[in-house]
């Protein structure tokens, strides 16, 4: 599990900066879901397009699994202004199994990594097979769907294959 | 990416979250980057200075292919990060960047030197059994595997 650490922690609160309690939107991913794709939830009937190389503009799309393997997601806020969300907002300061950046191309999860400063999991994905399989299984149990290859390549990281 | 060791003092005055996203950004210059990094370590003693810099460490590594972090690096990589992570006045949160760094340094390194690999293997071994169970347990899942995986490079 992976902790928000006190000294980040700390210095964001210090500067008004951190988001533990911010009241953007976040969603539970499988409420996003209808007919075997990701929906945009500002209208449901558009399949999803969103993530850092994907989106025009340029615009992150952060997730968390918690310790239940509840997967949340959200549009990466500016740090220090209003409502913003950040990765500790997601699950409101707790500890979590996996955080990073999706991708989702009309509908379809194309890209999952673990790029988080504020839970410090750069690489985990990488290094740590509980990572990937906490994400698999958090995608599983709501029947995400993903592209076939980032599946194998977490499948692979997870120590399924 | 030009880069001057001056961008890491204007780095570090901003968040964590800004510190990752300019790691996304280093390419092929991250030996000096890398480098300069390492020697701020060395040189800071402020604890969120410390995590910033570890976790931009982290960061480059992570997105570095595997494989092809520089031997002269790596080596000093290797021996800074095992110094904090058998440190006993380290915070916990350093430690644990330093050894999701060293983790990853096993993978990223064109090569590691005899001593720097015994050095790093101690480090994963007194973390084991370290009081902060995030840190152990990444210790004692994931040490070997990766350990095996620079080893199985070098002896190709």
Redesign the interface.
Known sequence: ???Y????EA??KAKG?DHCSSAGPVFELGTLLKDGLIRDPADHTMALTVGRSVSKPEVAFIYAVNENFAIHVALDGV?GTQDAV?HETLFHNAEVRAAGELEIEAGVIVKVD?????Y?T???I?????FADAVLTALDEIHAPIDRNVRSGLERRAGRL | MSWSAGELDDLLAQ???D??DY??SVGRGRTAVLRDSLTRLETSTE??DR?KVL?FI??I???APDGTVASSVAESAALELATVVVSTSE?D?LK??AL??L??LF?KAKELTASADSRMREAFTLARESRDP?IRD?AR??SLA?ANAVVARRSA
Do not use: C
């Open positions: 599990m992976f902790k650490d006190r000294i980040k210095s964001r900066e740090r950040k673990d790029i988080s400063g504020t410090g750069p690489g985990r990488q290094t740590d097979p509980r | 968040d964590v979250d510190v990752v790691a996304r604890p969120l995590v976790l982290q960061t590594l992570a997105l915070p949160e644990r960047s999701n760094a983790a990853l993978v995030e990444f899942r994931v990766n």
